[in-house]
T-cell receptor, first 110, second 113 residues
Framework: RKEVEQDPGPFNVPEGATVAFNCTYS??????FFWYRQDCRKEPKLLMS???SGNEDGRFTAQLNRASQYISLLIRDSKLSDSATYLC???????????FGSGTQLTVLP | EAGVVQSPRYKIIEKKQPVAFWCNPI?????LYWYLQNLGQGPELLIR????????DSQLPKDRFSAERLKGVDSTLKIQPAELGDSAVYLC???????????FGPGTRLTVT
């Protein structure tokens, strides 16, 4: 089993739709969780950290479920500009070792 | 504020040739990472430095890959000799402290022919 697993997609959704991605992790001792966004042929950029109580940033909501060992990202009112690959990142092993998932590709259609 | 700088952006070499990539992290960031990213995959850590010390190089193929960060600022990643399977994007990232938000450079796209 991979340390961090994501559904690769692709997810093709119309503008204005709500879409959710899940990411599972194998190390129950993991403490830090992030979502990064990567545009085509660009570098990854931090979208948001994921806190135990869940957190929201505009149209984006991140949640953590420790019991089932997964994190989720919800995007409401999708925009064309949301089209990208979303990478789940989890600390594995020591607190300073981050592991990236393979990414979920999202395309928002006009 | 300048971001993470990498050079070259693109490199095409023949197999068995050496190649080197350079990275200058964000000023003040003591943690530096080198990642390899293949198409359709997430970045995979090659090596992590805290200041000039390599604290995690377990995924670095040491028979052909080497890295250095002599003064705890910029870093060089070298492959010698390159193999066809080394074709990928090599990303450098830095953070204020290990485990914190990582800022990535634009990457070096390596093609080995």
């Amino acid at each position: 089993r991979k340390e961090v697993e994501q559904d690769p997609g692709p997810f093709n959704v119309p503008e204005g739709a709500t879409v959710a991605f899940n990411c599972t992790y194998s190390n129950s001792a993991s403490q830090s969780f992030f979502w990064y966004r990567q545009d085509c042929r660009k570098e990854p950029k931090l979208l948001m950290s994921v806190y135990s109580s869940g957190n929201e940033d505009g149209r984006f909501t991140a949640q953590l479920n420790r019991a089932s060992q997964y994190i989720s990202l919800l995007i409401r009112d999708s925009k064309l500009s949301d089209s990208a690959t979303y990478l789940c990142v989890v600390n594995t092993g020591s607190a300073r070792q981050l592991t990236f998932g393979s990414g979920t590709q999202l395309t928002v259609l006009p | 504020e300048a971001g993470v700088v990498q050079s070259p952006r693109y490199k095409i070499i023949e197999k068995k040739q050496p190649v080197a990539f350079w990275c200058n992290p964000i000023s003040g960031h003591n943690t530096l990472y080198w990642y390899l990213q293949n198409l359709g995959q997430g970045p995979e850590l090659l090596i992590r430095y805290e200041n000039e010390e390599a604290v995690d190089d377990s995924q670095l193929p040491k028979d052909r890959f080497s890295a250095e960060r002599l003064k705890g600022v910029d870093s060089t990643l070298k492959i010698q000799p390159a193999e066809l399977g080394d074709s990928a994007v090599y990303l450098c990232a830095s953070s204020l402290g290990a485990g914190g938000e990582q800022y990535f450079g634009p990457g070096t796209r390596l093609t080995v022919t």
